[in-house]
């Protein structure tokens, strides 16, 4: 089982649209979470940490539940800009170093 | 000027060449990392350095070689390159002195096919 899975997609959904992603991690001793966003052929770059608290950052809402071991996700009134990659991250415990899912792939429509 | 910056951007080579590919960065970060990148496979680790004497293996590390020449530069070697090893490489840096101590940032990636 992959420390960090998310369904890879494609999510087709309109523009204005809310689209929602989750992600479940298997390591308990996980501390930090990230969304990142990767389009085609580029690099990933930091959308969001995830805090169990929950952060908002405009149009952008993430969730950590750490009793079930799932983050997510949520995008409200989706442009045509936000289709791309979204990647799920966690930290692996101790050791200082992110595991990434391998992403899922958003694509808004017009 | 990009922070983190890849040299070459795209190369093909024929199996059993050497290849380096370099990482450059002027955030100041001590820690450096090199991924690759595959298909349905995500991100993984090949190796990381937190500091210029100190380099670890990462997840897939068999083929590769890294070099931490100095605290903005870390380099990754395909000793002997073979085509399972085309891929997206990304060099990634983060700082341990910041409260930001896990988010990476990274460079614009080097596709690399061996033939």
């Known amino acids: 089982r992959k420390e960090v899975e998310q369904d890879p997609g494609p999510f087709n959904v309109p523009e204005g649209a809310t689209v929602a992603f989750n992600c479940t991690y298997s390591?308990?001793?996980?501390?930090?979470f990230f969304w990142y966003r990767q389009d085609c052929r580029k690099e990933p770059k930091l959308l969001m940490s995830?805090?169990?608290s929950g952060n908002e950052d405009g149009r952008f809402t993430a969730q950590l539940n750490r009793a079930s071991q799932y983050i997510s996700l949520l995008i409200r009134d989706s442009k045509l800009s936000d289709s791309a990659t979204y990647l799920c991250?966690?930290?692996?415990?101790?050791?200082?170093?992110?595991?990434f899912g391998t992403g899922t792939r958003l694509q808004v429509f017009p | 000027d990009a922070d983190v910056t890849q040299t070459p951007r795209n190369r093909i080579t024929k199996t059993g060449k050497r290849i380096m590919l370099e990482c450059s960065q002027t955030k100041g970060h001590d820690r450096m990392y090199w991924y690759r990148q595959d298909p349905g496979l995500g991100l993984r680790l090949i190796y990381y350095?937190?500091?210029?004497?100190?380099?670890n293996k990462g997840e897939i590390s068999d083929g590769y070689s890294v070099s931490r020449q100095a605290q903005a530069k870390f380099s990754l070697s395909l000793e002997s390159a073979i085509p399972n090893q085309t891929a997206l490489y990304f060099c990634?840096?983060?700082?341990?002195?910041?409260?930001?101590?896990?988010?990476?940032?990274f460079g614009p990636g080097t596709r690399l096919t061996v033939l």
């Open positions: 390591n308990s001793a996980s501390q930090s």
């Open positions: 991250v966690g930290s692996g415990g101790n050791t200082d170093k992110l595991i």
């Open positions: 990634a840096t983060s700082d341990r002195t910041s409260g930001d101590t896990d988010t990476q940032y």
């Open positions: 350095s937190f500091d210029v004497k100190d380099i």
């Open positions: 995830v805090y169990s």
